[in-house]
């Protein structure tokens, strides 16, 4: 089994900056895209920011140049840094990894992160 342990949101003013991580352990072989999404309340979950096992990154038009995603590969660990901070980012930010588990390609889920930015 693969398990993700989120850590590092919480409560932040606009304007400040918040990072998050994600331990992914477990019959990990390898992880060719970590990823990281959010889900406001009342809307559909969104994806934030993708990483690749290359070091490829896209990111939503909403959080270019603001948030920063990155890997340690040989810990299967994604952070993502987020600054300038809104209001509007306040989600639940979830971790998302595709890895092959053996010779299984899989898709896995955190638990979840609240981060809440007020005005």
């Known amino acids: 089994q693969v398990q993700l342990v989120e850590s590092g949101g919480g409560l932040v003013q606009a304007g400040g900056s918040l990072r998050l991580s994600c331990l992914a352990s477990g019959r990990i072989s390898s992880v060719p895209v970590m990823e990281w999404y959010r889900q406001a309340p009342g809307k559909q979950r969104e994806l934030v920011a993708t990483?690749?096992?290359?070091?490829?990154?896209k990111y939503a038009d909403s959080v270019q140049g603001r948030f920063t995603i990155s890997t340690d590969n040989a810990k299967n660990t994604v952070h993502l840094q987020m600054m300038s901070l809104k209001p509007e980012d306040t989600a639940v930010y979830y971790c998302?990894?595709?890895?092959?588990?053996?010779?299984?390609?899989?898709?896995?889920w955190g638990q979840g992160t609240q981060v809440t930015v007020s005005s």
């Open positions: 998302h990894i595709r890895a092959w588990v053996t010779v299984n390609l899989g898709d896995y």
């Open positions: 990483i690749t096992k290359a070091g490829s990154t």
